[in-house]
């Protein structure tokens, strides 16, 4: 069976999701003194940008199974919108606030999306266009 070339949308996901962790991990390791958020901004807004360009890629697919991707991904989607909520209380109870709490947030918004995309990807990939999901 063959299959037709796709952006490389995994690729693209992982390097999102990696720079999502450094901002993470960079505004971690100068708690509790204040942050310097510039560095997490810039992490931030390279792993949005990578996750425009994914969207933007996948969309112009030819012949990419959009039925099971959106089967697939819109349960993903609910989860880790759960998952993310339930950070982002973590957040708000342990006191984070400014700054801070803005990267944190909007760094879960982009893993919140971005994972379900990798997911309802990695299983509409291999299904043919117009066989449902198994």
């Known amino acids: 069976m063959t299959y037709d070339r796709l952006p490389p949308v995994t690729e693209l996901g992982v390097a999102s999701m990696a720079l999502i962790v450094a901002g993470g991990i960079w505004i971690v390791s100068h708690l509790p003194q204040d942050v310097p958020l510039g560095p997490a901004w810039a ?3 390279a792993s949005a940008a990578l996750m425009v ?3 933007v890629w996948l969309r112009r697919a030819p012949s990419f199974n959009w039925p099971v991707f959106f089967d697939v991904a819109r349960w993903a989607l609910l989860a880790y919108a759960i998952t993310a909520g339930m950070l982002e209380f973590v957040f708000v109870n342990d006191g984070t606030r400014g700054g801070q709490l803005v990267v944190l947030s909007l760094s879960l ?4 999306v971005h994972v379900p995309l990798l ?3 990695t299983v509409a990939r291999f299904q043919p266009r117009g066989q449902p999901a198994t």
């Open 53 to 55: 360009i994914n969207v």
């Open 119 to 121: 997911i309802g990807f």
């Open 109 to 112: 918004v982009v893993y919140a």
């Open 43 to 45: 992490l931030l807004g």
